[in-house]
C-alpha cells in the first residue's frame, strides 16, 4: 500500500478509521524529509496493514500546530486512536520496523487503564 496523504479534511476519518496509521510530518523544502521519503514508502510496500500517512506541515498548518509539531520531520503512530509513539527525525529502516513491531505488539486495553490512570492521578 503506497502512503496517502492526510488533510485536516481526511485525519480524522484516517486514524478512527484504521488500527495503526504512521504519519510523517514533512515539508517539501526539508533535506531530511526527502531523504526519509524513500523509508517510508519502502515500509508502507512492506506492511500494507499499516496506514502510512503524511502530513506537508507546511499546507496543514493546523494540524502540525493542533500537534505540536515543531521539527520535521516527525514520526507519529497512532494505535486504535491513542499516540503511542512521536519522534522528530528520521528513521533508518530497521528503526522504524522496530517502532511499527512494537506498536503492533502493544496490548491497547493495558494501554487505555495506564492512560485513565494517569489521568486519575493528575486530577488530584
Not at 507546511?58 to 499516540?83: K, N, W, Y
Amino acid at each position: 500500500m503506497a502512503t496517502q496523504d492526510l488533510t485536516q479534511e481526511n485525519f480524522e476519518s484516517t486514524v478512527t478509521g484504521n488500527k495503526l496509521v504512521i504519519v510523517d510530518f514533512w515539508a517539501p523544502w526539508c533535506g531530511p524529509c526527502k531523504g526519509f521519503a524513500p523509508v517510508f514508502e519502502a515500509m508502507s510496500e512492506k506492511h500494507p496493514d499499516v496506514v502510512f500517512a503524511k502530513v506537508n506541515s507546511d499546507d496543514e498548518q493546523g494540524l502540525a500546530a493542533h500537534f505540536g509539531i515543531r521539527s520535521i520531520p516527525t514520526i507519529m503512530v497512532f494505535c486504535e486512536e491513542v499516540i503511542v509513539f512521536s519522534q522528530s527525525g528520521a528513521l533508518p529502516e530497521a528503526g522504524l520496523e522496530s517502532v511499527l513491531a512494537q506498536a503492533k505488539a502493544l496490548d491497547m486495553d493495558q494501554v487505555r487503564r495506564d492512560i485513565a490512570e494517569q489521568q486519575a492521578q493528575q486530577q488530584q
